[in-house]
């Protein structure tokens, strides 16, 4: 499913967050979106997802425009979202987290008749489970989780809302470089398998360079560049304005 | 045990209720049965209560609102109408939950600080109604006539013994719906939003709805806590829907663990023991409740039925 | 209901003073009260069901230091310094362990300070009610005014609770301490980092809280009878004022504690027997049009 942005702003007070940004994801496209603290990223999520209303602008999913949607119905045509800080239900299972999402993106959270869970959604919530590899923990509470096994439920939560569009801010936070590499490895394994259209927010560099096809660049609400790792690096103003030059880098 | 959970909670619930029923045909002890007798209905409120505190992360401070409006609203039935026992109950049920949508229509959407104390500011206007309303109510004194015909199926309530297995069977049977409800993805649902309400508004919950079905729900339960109450006390007294009532279901609940289904009957039963034993030895109750649940605040923390859970992990209730 | 005697009340300024001076005292009151509520929870992010608790307290205190001493000026100053140190007490002692937690821990704490102090008072003054009587100081005719009554203490239990009133909110805009109440109100961890003894601070804001709410027990004494449990219904209506006002606003808390006044003061004529329900129908009215309050702050 392709993203398209057009000329998305969002204020707030009055700083303006999101400066007309207009970008394109192609469907099944693998990019990052990278730039200094404070140059919107997060909020940038936030308006594709729904938890903020945009100012103005269009926010197209597969041709149609999502904007006026609140963020539960983005949900159901198919926008996903992970977090930067894990957002789990700490004294839920793993399997529990799983279970009840599936059961709330099935629309039956309201169901008094069953037992919990429903019948189907067990079956289901082991499938996403194995695609992000916790079926070890399965049984293990989030809140004593691993923190990167936190990460990986938090984006376990988004896959079982069958996302075609999945924005992952910062999956490798917090994380020691080993771990890192692995997060990302699966977060690979995961677009290839599900053909997703995803989009992740990252500050390692050398991750973004590896594994990106696209990168875009944001700077104070803007767009600075966009293109593929290697014009990127190679790009002045983003090496003036984020990357910094050889002499920094050292 | 794995299988079927929904089975093994009713096999329990029946074991249970044969031994309680069995107890009095093996020995009578008029002291233990009208302890049973208040506990079940004390147990409903505080079962019903921690529907919302404990799976919600509701807390609401004016419960007994509607443990209350049960009663009140039973023995008026009973008293102006020729409904049998059992039609007078369902309807006394119903008028709290209708109640209880009202109340929590205004008060759900409100933020949890805001939610303790104005769930405690409604009770105290429901109390203030039933004390100032007095052709009805009776005021302050209670509901005098007592409740007429207290018969079911041909038994007569009067008779501490057919009020037990009565109060028993209500119980038992109530606790197994609550036990139903909270293990339903509904019940999930509500502990989801207790844990992290803005990943379950992202999972598409509608909270508001949710929180007003949860305070529909424990209402309705807690009012029929107060059928039983009133079919105790014979009629109904303010007492019943006093603050102090709210208080006093809120400790019964943390007492015996939040996070336990029984918890909160363990509590009542440590509750009501507590009560009974003190009040024999001193005039000064409260003084002496108070202590322990600063005790317990400040000490324990964590109810009892969750600490043994924590110790001996593996048995799940 | 009556409308007929409101309006015949309305028509005589006799009545109108006498009413509109009963309200106002009711709403000075309240307002003491309030004030404290609302800066306890403005500031620590608690709200102190046992606040009635020490209204009942300045109350009995007051009571006793003028059996002993026949000052009311004293037994006035008694009773709330005897409840602003009960504050920081409370404070220190039981209420800053369960910062941050569940407000049922919060609840329970407040839940059973009510029990033990409604018993406390039954010992040591007794269960019954007692009656302070109009200090001699006060024993003066009344003062006529528009042809309505109005007893002398009146005047002064009202000047005392403005200039309180003024006290607190050029307190809170002007002085550092003021200023520093405010920043913690808005963001305790930061006011920490920047130095400021939160601990202190929070000491501080019980005490004035507390010592406001004793202070209208004592002020409230004369007219009152005491009695163990009388701080419930101050309390439940203090919180109805910060909820109609706006829970953190001083100038909402005095502006609802009137509004309230003014209700009870004309509401005995018109709806006697159900002025509480009025109140009460006040309060659910803000809820649904205007959860904030009036003067609060989007929740």
Redesign the interface.
Known sequence: MKLEIKNLTKTFGGVRAIDDISLHFPSGSLSAVIGPNGAGKSTFFNLISGAFAADSGEVLLDGRNILRLSKTERMHRGIGRAFQVASCFPTMTVAENLMASVTAHLGRWGNLACRFPPPGVRERADTVMELVGLTQVANVRAAILSHGDQKLLDIAIALALEPKVLLLDEPTAGMGPEERWRMIERVRALWEQQKLTLVFIEHDMDIVFKVASTIRVLCYGRVLAEGTPDEIRSNPAVIEAYLGTEADAA | MKGRPGLRDAAMAILALIVVLAIPLLHRSPAFEDFIIRLSAMALFATSLNLLVGNTGMVSFGHGLFYGLGAYAFALTMQMTDLPLPAAAVVAVLVTAFGALGVGAICVRLSTDYFAFITLAVQMLFYSIIISWQSLTGGDQGLRGGIPRREIFGFELASQLHLYQFCAVIAVFGLLALRHITASPFGQTLRMIRDNESRASFLGIVMWRARLIAFTIAGAFAGLGGVLAALFVSGAYPELADWPNSGQAIFAVMLGGINSFLGPVLGAMILLALNDVVTRFTEYHGLVLGMVILAFALGLRRGVLDFLRLAWPGHLK | MDLDALGACLSTSACVVTQATSGLIVGMLLFLVAAGVTLI?GVL?V?N?AHGTFYMLGGYVAYSTLGLTDSYALAVVCGALATALGGVVFERA?IS??YGS????Q???C??????F???V??IWGPEFHAMGMPSAFQVPPLYIAGGVVPPFYAVLVGIAALIALALSLGLAMTRLGKTVRAAAVNAQMVSALGVNTKLLFAIVFAIGGGLAGLAGALAAPVRSLSPGMG?SIL?ES??VT?IGG?GSIAGALVAALMIGMVRGFGTIAFP??T??LI?LM??AV??LR?QGLFGRR?
């Open positions: 929870f992010k709200v069901f039981l362990r369960v569940n407000v049922l821990m609840l329970l704490i839940y059973a300070v009510v029990l033990i409604d018993d406390l039954k010992i419930f439940i919180f109805i909820v829970m027997g159900f509480d329900g009460y309060m659910i809820l649904l959860p929740l």
